[in-house]
């Protein structure tokens, strides 16, 4: 499954992750640091982010909706509901236009 990743402090990052519900969860935890929540983007985008950033004190990544996202984040798409998709053409260039 397609999905774009970026680390504090560095560039957008193309990554593949396992397309198996049950594998790529452990995955989203690696790469994000820890346990994560989602924020909803445009054209069914999540954002997915380490759900303790602030009380881990994370270094600051991206702003969002006036509010700064700390640690990792990890760009993944949506069927509109709780399920994730690898992203679409679309979705990589909208999340390459706005967090770029």
Request: with cysteine; proline share 5%.
């Amino acid at each position: 499954m397609k999905i774009i990743y970026k680390e504090p402090f560095k560039k957008l990052n193309d990554k593949e992750i396992e397309d198996n519900p049950r594998k790529y969860k452990d995955e989203i935890q690696n790469l994000i640091g820890g346990e994560f929540d989602h924020l909803w983007l445009p054209h069914n985008i999540k954002l997915l982010r380490n759900i303790h950033g602030k009380s881990l004190n994370l270094e600051p990544n991206i702003p969002v909706d006036h509010d700064l996202i700390l640690g990792n984040v990890i760009f993944i798409g949506s069927d509109g509901d709780e399920n994730f998709t690898s992203l679409s053409e679309i979705q990589e260039a909208y999340i390459r236009k706005i967090f770029c």
